[in-house]
C-alpha cells in the first residue's frame, strides 16, 4: 500500500541545522516532495527530488534520498525563527499521478 | 499568494446540514485536488480533477462528492454533516504535463461543524 511516515514533532536551536525525516512505501515513487505549511497558510512546495537522484541541494535546504531504505530527508541549516512551520513529506505515486502525503513535522525554534 | 482561491474562508454549521466549497485553480491549470486536514489523521487526499473528469480518488466518504466545471473551478459538496467532518479543507491545482506535478495549494476553508 501507499503510505508515507513523519515524526510529528522537533524542536531545534536557533542556528542548529534541522533533519527532518520520513519514510515511504511505494517502490515507483518519481517524486519526492517537502512542502512547508506556515499557520494559517496552505501548504507551498519547498523542494523535489526526482527518484534516481541522491542528493539536491538548494540555498540552506539539503535533501537525501535513500531509495533502496525508501528514506528522505529534509536538513535546513542555520534554521531560522521563520523556518518554524509544518514541514510534509509527500510521494509522487506515477501510475496514477496522486500525491501522497505524510502527516506533517512540526519544526520548533528554540531560543 | 498561489494563485489558487477558496471560498469561503471559514464556515461554521450543524450537523446534518449540507455545505458548498468552491475552489479556482490557477489560471491555466486543469488539475484540482482536494484535502482535507484534520489534527487526528493529517493530510488526506480526497479526490482529483483533470479537465472536468475525475481522475484518482482517495479516502473520499460517500457523503461527499465534487465535480469540476467547464471553466476549471470546482466544488466539494459535503452533506449529512458529522462533528468529525470538521477540519481545514484545503484545494490545489497543477498544470497539465507538469514537470514534476508541482501542487499550488489555496489558503483552505475551514469548516467547524456544531
Known amino acids: 500500500g501507499e503510505d508515507v511516515e513523519q515524526s510529528l514533532f522537533l524542536s531545534v536551536r536557533e542556528g542548529d541545522s534541522s533533519v527532518i525525516n520520513c519514510t515511504y512505501t511505494?517502490?515507483?515513487?518519481?517524486?519526492l516532495y517537502w512542502y512547508k505549511q506556515e499557520p494559517g497558510a496552505g501548504l507551498q512546495l519547498l523542494t523535489y527530488i526526482f527518484s534516481n537522484m541522491d542528493m539536491k541541494q538548494d540555498q540552506r535546504l539539503t535533501v537525501l534520498l535513500n531509495k533502496k531504505d525508501k528514506h528522505l530527508s529534509l536538513r535546513i541549516a542555520d534554521t531560522q525563527t521563520g523556518d518554524s512551520a509544518i514541514y510534509f513529506c509527500?510521494?509522487?505515486?506515477?501510475?496514477?499521478?496522486?500525491?501522497?502525503f505524510g502527516k506533517g513535522t512540526r519544526l520548533h525554534i528554540l531560543p | 499568494d498561489s494563485g489558487v482561491t477558496q471560498t469561503p474562508k471559514h464556515l461554521i454549521t450543524a450537523t446534518g446540514q449540507r455545505v458548498t466549497l468552491r475552489c479556482s485553480p490557477r489560471s491555466g491549470d486543469l488539475s484540482v485536488y482536494w484535502y482535507q486536514q484534520s489534527l487526528d489523521q493529517g493530510l488526506q487526499f480526497l479526490i482529483q480533477?483533470?479537465?472536468?473528469?475525475?481522475?484518482a480518488k482517495g479516502n473520499i466518504l460517500e457523503r461527499f462528492s465534487a465535480q469540476q466545471f467547464p471553466d476549471l473551478h470546482s466544488e466539494l459538496n459535503l452533506s449529512s454533516l458529522e462533528l468529525g467532518d470538521s477540519a481545514l479543507y484545503f484545494c490545489?491545482?497543477?498544470?497539465?504535463?507538469?514537470?514534476?506535478?508541482?501542487?499550488?495549494f489555496g489558503p483552505g476553508t475551514r469548516l467547524t461543524v456544531l
Open positions: 490545489a491545482s497543477s498544470p497539465a504535463g507538469g514537470l514534476y506535478n508541482e501542487q499550488f
Open positions: 480533477y483533470y479537465n472536468g473528469e475525475e481522475r
Open positions: 511505494d517502490s515507483s515513487s518519481t517524486y
Open positions: 509527500a510521494e509522487c505515486v506515477n501510475r496514477d499521478d496522486k500525491i501522497i
